[in-house]
């Protein structure tokens, strides 16, 4: 046998992995999907902005002190038009009405409930000037933390592109695409921004 040292030779490199173009399209649909849901989002919040007419969406983000958990309001009671300038609550178990009533209370809708310890009815008084000049604001800086998810979208999705290790060319192109997707997104979140203002200034 022989009597020399052994000596181990250099472990083999694992193999590659081979990238292409289905990595570059996975990259962007995970982009088009979260920059969807960031207009999405913002969709139902613009939707709880009071414009002086009675809809069951304006209760959408009150949330009630439930057994000691924030739960929706929604989920607790059904909302309903009433005459078209009144909503009426009633909720599900009867025993939460006084607790819906101080959620709504503590909201910043600025409504004033009037309960019978059945239901609750709320009048959607006509909106002042200087309160539509303050939900306009408030519907802006909605529109901007949207735009601003998309943007965040876009910068991860760009880093992933350029790790993924594809030619010069077909990654510039996913990188046009990934711009491509951000300026749509951001064109329908300034609509969606100008359509609510419109509805905000319309008396």
Do not use: H, W
């Amino acid at each position: 046998p022989s009597l020399l040292p052994f000596r181990p030779g250099p472990v083999p490199s694992p193999p590659s992995r081979l990238f292409s173009s289905d990595d570059i399209a996975d990259v962007l649909l995970s982009a088009e999907e979260k920059m969807a849901a960031s207009v999405t989002s913002l969709s139902t919040q613009l939707s709880t902005l009071r414009t002086g007419r009675a809809t069951p969406n304006l209760l959408d983000r009150v949330q009630v002190s439930y057994y000691g958990s924030p739960t929706p309001l929604t989920s607790l009671a059904t909302v309903t038009v009433q005459g078209g300038q009144q909503l009426l609550v009633t909720a599900f178990d009867k025993s939460t009405t006084a607790d819906i009533e101080r959620a709504i209370i503590e909201s910043d809708l600025g409504l004033t409930p009037n309960s019978n310890g059945d239901a609750i009815r709320l009048n959607i008084p006509a909106l002042t000037e200087d309160r539509r000049k303050e939900l306009v604001k408030t519907a802006g800086s909605i529109a901007e933390k949207a735009k601003v998810s998309i943007r965040n979208a876009r910068r991860d999705a760009s880093d992933r592109i350029k790790k993924v290790g594809v030619g010069e060319d077909e990654e510039r192109n996913a990188l046009d695409d990934c711009d491509k997707l951000t300026k749509r997104f951001e064109k329908d979140v300034e609509e969606k921004r100008k359509e609510k203002e419109e509805e905000l200034k319309t008396v």
